[in-house]
Structure formats: structure tokens, C-alpha cells
């Protein structure tokens, strides 16, 4: 079942690898996301902040959708991370996720700042709307020390 | 400002940079805007302290510059620099053809021996008739008073003692002068020629004429200066002459020994056949456009009146030559035609006409036409074959620095002896020279194509043949320019030799050949231009790696099939070792040795031999990073096998391999693989070529200075179908495969990208660079590779901030801070803190208004480890202006808790 899903730009690094596992006693990390499958650097980097004690799995979005609808996934306590607002949507409709956590977000020239990490574009912005209108509850909450705050009061 | 652009062109000129005063170098040189600099420019020139150069772009010459030079102009403004150099009067020496080349050393000589202090010294030119020792005692007279060595008011007196041959008396009168009464016809005083020479030169031409009795009053004049007048025994006269002897005639022979003593220096002026074709052209040149001036008309010659005046032996010299010249013109005057005269062959003076048919079997005059103005052509600037030696340093200095590749500079090389062939064969000199050399060329051609299968055109062996007449011609020149250039030739034939043994093998035996037929000293760049002639005939440098010997027991048995071999191939394939029919292998071997030592650098050596164990040949020969392949029971058919397959590029076990099937002997044959690859690190990654790329430069931005190892990329795919059949392996030594996915092959290790990057000294890693890194050098490349693979990182997190900038703050700090602790950080927690910090670095500029909880506890309970960030990061955050909040160290404790 999937503890926790994560929207971080940077995927898996330090502080979702160490806070994040323990404060959702996760046992397996998932990372959604079909840029890192084609670069073996990133896997790399990824890879290396593996906190030990879970497994690590990398899929592209198609099978991360698939493996999770399958129900493979089922017996593991997931911490799914994805790399964009947009992919989190995806997850959150195709297998039916009501609860999304906001991470980190790179800061562009089109981008809005809503948080001390957290930088959404226009378009995101109308994402982030559609899924707390369809009953998702999108918290922003980069580590889990921070209280979390409810996306809505800073759309 | 006017005074320091003034300066600054004088400064330029007299450097010679005469470019270099151009408006936007002087406006850049001086800080001064190119407005003001073009305004001031302008106004100079008007006031005639400057002269324009309207070349592209204008410069601009002093012209306090010219004054000092004596450099004389008329206008303020000329087209080009040459205009104005060349619009000068020549002056004594300048006019003087061949004083930069034949007539250098005579040229030095006169100006030495009559500006030798105090008074100069007496000097004697020695020359056949008609070399011009005239003129060029005139122009010592001239240099000597251009130069102030001699006053404005000496003159220059001639005399020419034979005229006095049968008066002797008359000479001696002439010269010393006489009182009035002295002799018959005396009938008043006369001062004589060396008071009219006093402080200026006096010429004796056919000093051999000079008689005994005239010598005895001479030899005390040059003595002591003074002298009695004829009539006159009482008064001493004086007069400060500089004198200038010439005789055609050899002076130790002719002339007294008391009168030799005198003069301390003998010139000797070379004859026409010495001065070489291109002065011979210049000369032509000089003679012609006189007689174009004279009859204000154009004038132009058949090729072969050309070939006649250039070739012919003329006894008289230049005499001779300006008169067969006259001679012409006035023969063919009444074919003057609009303003052109032609001449014909028929024009030619009767003594040259017969040395042309002489010489020749027909004689046809319908070839082309050349005109006197194309004469200049022919001989401005240095001369070709010195030319052509100078574009070949010149290419090759090039090649050494800025290390272009071998075969480019080959065909440029090529190039420059091609195109000086071709003018020789367009210029086409006929002569018996030409046509003796000819022959010889052709014999040797002949010997060396059933040698080396090389073919020769007639046309190329005449501009061989052309070559060697210049050579001969141009003796003098091009001896004094090799001397100049011997080291920097040595070293060019040396790299030719190293790396092209088979052109070299073959213009060594041209050479060696040539000189024993011409007796001519071959120069190494002589070799040279002969390497890069064959080299281009030979068009193939594949073979160039390649070296194939025959190797048999009896007089020419070796010799004989590789001649057969080679000339059924119609290439330079095969070289030969003859053996004596009892020879030890010992002895075999150092033969063999010797060869290898002289054929250089080659990849493979392919050894045909007729019997004996194959393994006791190859076990001693000094080949180093070659493989040797090697057959016996070697015939004709086989080399041609072989050589066949040499030519085709085949590779060397194929080769064997088929020469062995399709003659189903009994033979055998052995590969010896000797050839060390060049060792390269392989990286090929599972998500593709992209990535192995990117990892490959990450590598080589991460090898300390100094370490060249090559890295490579395979697509993951070709490595798991082909394994080792991937080209890569045949040329390369793969130390180990670097990627993400074990391809798992055999003897080839594999490193992991994490790995690579985690381990400290890599571990497995290390092994397979201890040969080409030293411990310290490992250490560094371990840090680069961190630090390389955090920047990629960083790079996709960061959007403002410079991710190399802030990368070697951080890791700085992160450094000093691993002080402070006294804790060595792993790789990976040296890799998480540095992307870690980095993004949290950005993070805090870009939103630097956010609040963050103040974790009191950890910053009581932490309270060391909360000062060393502080500390360590002090510069860090002083930089970007921003506070690493504390509940941000926690996170940074935690890394290092975890490390």
C-alpha cells in the first residue's frame, strides 16, 4: 500500500531518504519517472541515497501505474516519489490515491514561489485546484519535522 | 598626442613592422580613438611628415624615417609599400645581378677589402673575360663613396694596361704623369691618372699587361703613397688612391711575385656557367629590357632562342651573352612587327646556332613565344629549389607544433614537391645536361621498378632529370642554404624514415645510386624531396605499418622472388635478405636484425622464409610492439599470395590462413602477437549511448593532468551481442568496462558507475590504473570523479545559482568541516552533503523571506557541532547572504551521523 506519495524534483535524496522512511516506516521506495530510466546518472545519484533497510524500485510511469494497479505492490509499505506535479496527477487518478504530499519543486522563470521549497506554474497551479476539487488532500510538507500545510490556503 | 603617434610610427619602422602602423593598431596601441587618430594621420601627411601607404588598410611611413635611410620619394601618397621601395634608383651594389647569391661572399670581400682602415687595401679581381669585373669595381668605387669611405670628389679611374701592351713608356706616363719635356710630344705638364684618382680608386683592368718597368714605380707608390712624375726625378708628388687590379688571367702564374705580395686580397668572380639559370634568366632579363628601351619596342623569343641564350656554352660570359642578345635584336630588326620584335632561331649568332643543332636531332622553331617582361617571372625573389626547401621546413615546423596529423602533412609536403616538378616540367629546359641526367634517371627508374614495382612516367623522369640540373646549377646556393637548415633536415629525414620506411628505402637507393652516377653530394633534404616524389607515386600509406621480407638461403634466391613478387604486383611490397647457404641462425637473425632496425616503426612484420624452425627466428628480433607473422616454405606464388593480401588490408591470421589452404602444403606458419594496444577505459550504459557519453566526459574532466588515458563508448546492446568481437577489443587494451549493468564478460572486469563513485580509492577500480597513475594521482581523479558526478547532480536541481561555483564553496566548507569534527567523510555522505547543501543554498536565496521553527533542543544538545557548521560555512553564507537556518543542521547532522 502506498504510505506516502511524493512530489520532489529531486526524486530521492537525503531528506525524503532518511525522515520520510522512518516517519512512514516505509520498507520499499518507488520512484515514478521516465527521465531518470534514460539516464543512468540519475539512477546513480538516486541509488546512492538509498537509505539501507528498504528496496529501492525505478519505473517509468507507464509500469509504476501498472505495478501498482496490479497489486504487486500491495505488500510493501510504499514511499512513492515522482518527479512533477503533473506525474503526481497521474498517479493520484490512475490508481486512485487520495493524499498527496508537495516536496519540492524547482523554482523556473514561470514558476510561483508558495512555499520555502515549493514552486508551481500557472498550469500547475490549475492541477494542484482539480485535485483538491476531486477530494485529494495536497499538503506541503518537505520534511516530516514541518507541520504540514493544506495547498488550498496558499493557491 | 601628435608627438606620440609620430614616435610610435618611427618606432614601427624602423622595426620594419611597416603594418603595424595601420589607424586601428595605432589607435589600440596608444588608447587613442580611431577618429582622432585618422584626423591627426591626415594633417601629418599633409604636412609631409608622413607618407600614406594606400594598401588594405592604409599604413602610414615615416618620413623622418626615409630621410635617415635615405630612402628618396617624390609624392605623400603611394599604392603600395612596394611603390614606394621599388620606385628608388638601385644603388652601386643593388644593381649589381646576383649580389645576394653567387656574388654574395665577392660582394662582401670588395666592401671589406676597400674600407679596410685606414686607407683601404689594394685588391685584385681574377675572372674570365666577360664576368664583370669592370662593373664591379665600379661598384666598390660607387659603394665605397655612397658609404663616405672614400669623399664626394674621389673618382673612379680606368685603365686598361694592355692598350699600353707595346708602349709601356706611354703607360707609365699616363699614370705618374709628366713634365713638360720629358719625352717626345711632352709639350706640357700633365698630372696623370693617380692625381687625378688622388682620394678615389684607380681600376687597372689586364693588370698582366702591366710591364716590369711601370711595376717598380707602382710598387713604391702603393708603398709609401708617393711618387715622381716622368721628366721629374726631384719632386715627390702624393696621392691617397685606392687600387683596383683585374686580370683574366690566373695571377700566380702572370703576374710578379713582388706585385702579388702587394695586393693581399684576389677576388675571384665566378663565370657565367657558375652564376646558375636563374641569375643566367636575370641577366637576360636585364639585357633585353635594355634593348626594348633602346628600340621602344616589345620583344619576344622563341622557347628555343630561349633555351639557345640559357644554355649554350658562352666562353665569353655575360660579354658574351649581352653581345648574342645584341646580335639577335639587330638580325631580326626588319621583322619588327607593330611595335614587337620576334626572334627567331635564325637570329641567333652563328657560334650559338651550331651548339643547337649540335645538340639536337630537329630543330623545329614553332614552339611558344616568350616574352621579356615574363622573364622577371622566372627569377624574382629566391630561387626555386630554395623555395621549394623552405615550404618543406616550413610545412614541417608546422606539423611539429601545432601536431596536425602524419598524412595531412604528407599531402601537403607532397604537394609542394608535385607542384615544383610540374614548373619544371613546364619550363622545360632542354640542354645536353638535362637530357645526360635524363638518361641516368631512367636507368636508375628502370633498376628501381623491377625492385619495387615502381612505375615512372617519361615526363617524370625528365622532371627528375630537371631537379638534378638544378641542383647542379644552383650548387653553391643551395649548399651554403643546407648548411643553415642541416639540423632541422636531419630531423625531418628522420621522422620520415621512422615513419614511412618504404619511401625512404626506395629514395635511399635512388639517392645513393644517383650519386655514384652523378657524383653529386645528396643533401638530406634532397632525400627528403625524393620521399615525398615516391611517396606520392606510390599513393598508398596502408602499407606504410606494414613490413614483408623474404628470407632464403642462396645467392639471390630471396632477391629473385621478391622482385617477381613485387613486380606482379606492381607495389614496393617485398623486401629481401639474401642468406649465404651456411649460415648459422645466430648470424640469420642479426641480419634480420639489422633490417628491422632500419625499416623503423611498423604494426606488422610479415617474414617469408624457406626452412628452419620458425620459432628460433622470431624468439631474438628486436621488434617491439609489432606482430610478426611468419611462413615458411616461401615461393613465388606464396609472396604473391601474401603480398596480395598485404595490399588489400587483409588482416594478418586471414591472410596466412588462406595462403596455407589454397596451396595445401605442408607448411606452417605462426602469428607472434607483440602489438601493444593503447589502453582504454569502456563505458557503456544500459539506458544508452547518451548517458555512456556523458560518463565518458565526466572521466576525462576527472583525470589529473598529465594522465592521457583514452576513454570510449559502446552501445550496451553491441557489447552483450558481440562481446568481444566489438572492433573496440581488437584496437584497444580495455583495462575495464564502466557502466550501470554487469555485462558480464569474460577477463574483462567491470566497474559500477556507484561504485566509482562511492568507494574511496575505488577499491577493484584501482587496481586496473596503478600502471598509468601514481598514488597521489589516484587520490586527485577519486576527488574529481566526486566532485564531477555532484555537479551533474546539481546542475538538474539548481536554476539560479552557478552549480561549479557554488559546488567548490560547499565542498570547501564541507572539507574544513570534516576538520572541525575530526571525522573523514565518506564519498557518499561527501556526495549527499555537497547536493544537499547546494540546493538548500539556493533554496534560501530564492525564498529568503520564509520562516523557520528554531529547534532549541538540538541546538543545545549540539551545541559544538552547531558552531563548526557555522564556522565552516561562514564564507559560504557571507557570499550568497543567507543564514543556514537550524533546523536545516539537523539535517546536515543527520548525513554525518549516518556517514
Redesign the interface.
Given at each position: 500500500m502506498i504510505k506516502l506519495l511524493r512530489v520532489d524534483h529531486r526524486l530521492l535524496h537525503g531528506q525524503v531518504a532518511f525522515s520520510w522512511k522512518n516517519a512512514v516506516e516505509a520498507d520499499c521506495i518507488l520512484i515514478a519517472c521516465d527521465a531518470v530510466m534514460k539516464d543512468d546518472l540519475r539512477k546513480t545519484s538516486i541509488k546512492l541515497a538509498k537509505p539501507s533497510g528498504v528496496k529501492l524500485v525505478i519505473k517509468n510511469m507507464d509500469d509504476a501505474v501498472n505495478a501498482i494497479n496490479s497489486g504487486v505492490t500491495d505488500k510493501y509499505k510504499l514511499l512513492t516519489v515522482v518527479e512533477s506535479i503533473k506525474d503526481a496527477e497521474r498517479l493520484c487518478k490512475e490508481c486512485n490515491i487520495n493524499k498527496l504530499n508537495l516536496g519540492g519543486t524547482k523554482a523556473t522563470a514561470e514558476t510561483r514561489n508558495i512555499s520555502k521549497a515549493v514552486n508551481i506554474t500557472p498550469a500547475e497551479e490549475t492541477i494542484l485546484k482539480g485535485l483538491c476539487e476531486s477530494g485529494v488532500d495536497v499538503t506541503i510538507q518537505m520534511v516530516p519535522e514541518d507541520s504540514p500545510v493544506n495547498v488550498k490556503k496558499v493557491l | 598626442m601628435i608627438e606620440k603617434i609620430l614616435a610610435y610610427i618611427l618606432a614601427r619602422c624602423i622595426n620594419s613592422e611597416f603594418d603595424q602602423t595601420t589607424v586601428a593598431l595605432i589607435s589600440e596601441n596608444l588608447k587613442i580613438s580611431r577618429s582622432q587618430v585618422s584626423v591627426v594621420l591626415n594633417k601629418l601627411v599633409k604636412e609631409n611628415k608622413l607618407i600614406r601607404i594606400e594598401s588594405k588598410p592604409f599604413c602610414f611611413i615615416s618620413v623622418e624615417y626615409l630621410k635617415e635611410k635615405s630612402i628618396p620619394f617624390k609624392d605623400s601618397v603611394y599604392a603600395s609599400l612596394d611603390d614606394l621601395l621599388t620606385n628608388q634608383e638601385k644603388k652601386d651594389f643593388e644593381k649589381l645581378v646576383g649580389m645576394n647569391h653567387s656574388l654574395a661572399q665577392t660582394v662582401k670581400q670588395c666592401k671589406a677589402t676597400i674600407s679596410y682602415p685606414p686607407n683601404g687595401l689594394p685588391m685584385l679581381l681574377y675572372g674570365p673575360t666577360g664576368t664583370g669585373k669592370s662593373l664591379i669595381a665600379k661598384l666598390t668605387y660607387e659603394w665605397a663613396r655612397n658609404q663616405g669611405v672614400i669623399s664626394k670628389d674621389g673618382q673612379f679611374v680606368q685603365v686598361n694596361c694592355s692598350e699600353y701592351a707595346n708602349n709601356p713608356e706611354l703607360l707609365t706616363a699616363n699614370l705618374f704623369g709628366h713634365v713638360k719635356g720629358a719625352f717626345t710630344g711632352a709639350e706640357k705638364d700633365n698630372e696623370g691618372l693617380i692625381a687625378l684618382a688622388d682620394n678615389g680608386v684607380l681600376f687597372l683592368d689586364e693588370v698582366h699587361e702591366l710591364k716590369a718597368e711601370c711595376q717598380e714605380k707602382l710598387f713604391l707608390f702603393m708603398d709609401q703613397g708617393i711618387y715622381h712624375r716622368v721628366g721629374d726625378n726631384e719632386k715627390w708628388y702624393k696621392s691617397n688612391v685606392r687600387i683596383v687590379f683585374a686580370t683574366t688571367e690566373n695571377p700566380d702564374k702572370v703576374l710578379l711575385k713582388t706585385l702579388m705580395r702587394r695586393i693581399p686580397m684576389t677576388i675571384t668572380i665566378p663565370n657565367l656557367e657558375q652564376r646558375g639559370t636563374q641569375e643566367r634568366i636575370e641577366l637576360l632579363y636585364n639585357i633585353f629590357s635594355q634593348e626594348e628601351k633602346r628600340l621602344d619596342c616589345q620583344i619576344k623569343m622563341s622557347s628555343k632562342v630561349y633555351n639557345a641564350l640559357l644554355q649554350s656554352k658562352m666562353p665569353g660570359n655575360i660579354g658574351q651573352l649581352k653581345s648574342s642578345v645584341q646580335s639577335c635584336c639587330i638580325n631580326s630588326l626588319f621583322d619588327k612587327v607593330n611595335d614587337e620584335l620576334v626572334i627567331h632561331l635564325d637570329s641567333l649568332p652563328k657560334d650559338l646556332l651550331q651548339q643547337v643543332y649540335a645538340n639536337q636531332k630537329t630543330v623545329l622553331d614553332d614552339d611558344e613565344y616568350i616574352y621579356v617582361d615574363d622573364l622577371q617571372g622566372y627569377y624574382n625573389g629566391t630561387k626555386e629549389i630554395l623555395q621549394l626547401n623552405d615550404s618543406l621546413l616550413a610545412c614541417y615546423r608546422k606539423y611539429k607544433e601545432e601536431h596536425t596529423s602524419l598524412s595531412d602533412f604528407m599531402a601537403k609536403e607532397k604537394n609542394y614537391v608535385q607542384k615544383y616538378f610540374d614548373n619544371l616540367i613546364f619550363r622545360k629546359k632542354e640542354s645536353s645536361q638535362v637530357d645526360y641526367y635524363n638518361r641516368g634517371v631512367q636507368h636508375i627508374f628502370n633498376l628501381i621498378e623491377s625492385r619495387y614495382g615502381l612505375k615512372i612516367t617519361n615526363n617524370e623522369t625528365l622532371a627528375i632529370a630537371s631537379y638534378l640540373d638544378e641542383i647542379h646549377h644552383e650548387y653553391h646556393d643551395l649548399r651554403s642554404w643546407f648548411l643553415k637548415h642541416e639540423e632541422e633536415c636531419d630531423d625531418l629525414y628522420q621522422l620520415l624514415q621512422e615513419e614511412f620506411f618504404r619511401a625512404t628505402n626506395v629514395s635511399l637507393e635512388i639517392c645513393t645510386y644517383l650519386k655514384s652516377y652523378l657524383e653529386m653530394d645528396m643533401y638530406s633534404i634532397i632525400i627528403c624531396t625524393f620521399i615525398f616524389y615516391v611517396y606520392n607515386v606510390q599513393k598508398d600509406s596502408r602499407l606504410s605499418q606494414k613490413a614483408a621480407v623474404v628470407l632464403s638461403h642462396g645467392f639471390s634466391t630471396a632477391s629473385s622472388i621478391a622482385d617477381a613478387a613485387n613486380r606482379f604486383l606492381g607495389q614496393y611490397i617485398f623486401d629481401a635478405l639474401d642468406m649465404p647457404l651456411y649460415i648459422d641462425t645466430a648470424t640469420m637473425i642479426e641480419k634480420l636484425n639489422r633490417y628491422l632496425d632500419r625499416i623503423g616503426k611498423v604494426k606488422e612484420l610479415y617474414l617469408l622464409v624457406d626452412m628452419g624452425s620458425l620459432e628460433d627466428i622470431y624468439k631474438g628480433l628486436h621488434i617491439e610492439n609489432a606482430n610478426i607473422g611468419i611462413i615458411n616454405n616461401v615461393s613465388t606464388p606464396i609472396a604473391l599470395e601474401i603480398g596480395n593480401g598485404i595490399r588489400n588490408n587483409v588482416e594478418m591470421e586471414s591472410i596466412l590462413q588462406k595462403t596455407i589452404d589454397a596451396f595445401r602444403v605442408n607448411f606452417a606458419y605462426h602469428i607472434e602477437k607483440h602489438q601493444q594496444k593503447q589502453p582504454v577505459i569502456l563505458c557503456s550504459?544500459?539506458?544508452?549511448l547518451?548517458?555512456a557519453k556523458?560518463?565518458k566526459s565526466?572521466l576525462e574532466q576527472s583525470f589529473p593532468d598529465g594522465i592521457n588515458l583514452d576513454v570510449k563508448t559502446l552501445n550496451y546492446s553491441e557489447l552483450i551481442e558481440l562481446g568481444k568481437k566489438n572492433n573496440v577489443f581488437e584496437e584497444y587494451d580495455v583495462l575495464c568496462v564502466l557502466?550501470?549493468l554487469d555485462p558480464n564478460m569474460e577477463d574483462i572486469p567491470f566497474v559500477g558507475?556507484?561504485d566509482l563513485?562511492?568507494e574511496d580509492t575505488f577499491g577493484d577500480f584501482n587496481q586496473y590504473f596503478k600502471d598509468y597513475m601514481d598514488e597521489e594521482q589516484l587520490a586527485l581523479f577519486d576527488k574529481n570523479i566526486l566532485h564531477n558526478?555532484s555537479l551533474?547532480?546539481i546542475m538538474?536541481?539548481l536554476?539560479?545559482l552557478n552549480p561549479a561555483k557554488l559546488l567548490e564553496q560547499v565542498a570547501n566548507a564541507i572539507d574544513v568541516l570534516q576538520k572541525y569534527v575530526g571525522v573523514r567523510f565518506s564519498n557518499?555522505t561527501c556526495?549527499?552533503?555537497y547536493?544537499?547543501i547546494c540546493?538548500l543554498i539556493?533554496?534560501l536565496v530564492?525564498?529568503r523571506n520564509?520562516e523557520?521553527?528554531l529547534?532549541l533542543d538540538f541546538l543545545n544538545e549540539h551545541k559544538d557541532f552547531v558552531d563548526y557548521v557555522k564556522k565552516a560555512f561562514k564564507q559560504v553564507e557571507d557570499f550568497y547572504g543567507v543564514d543556514i537556518p537550524t533546523?536545516e543542521m539537523?539535517?546536515i547532522y543527520?548525513?554525518v551521523k549516518?556517514n
Open positions: - | 550504459c544500459a539506458s544508452g547518451g548517458t556523458k560518463l565526466m557502466g550501470t558507475i556507484e563513485i562511492i558526478f551533474s547532480n538538474n536541481a536554476t539560479i557518499r556526495f549527499g552533503l547536493v544537499h540546493c539556493e533554496r530564492v525564498s520564509a523557520y521553527d529547534s533546523e539537523v539535517h543527520n548525513y549516518n
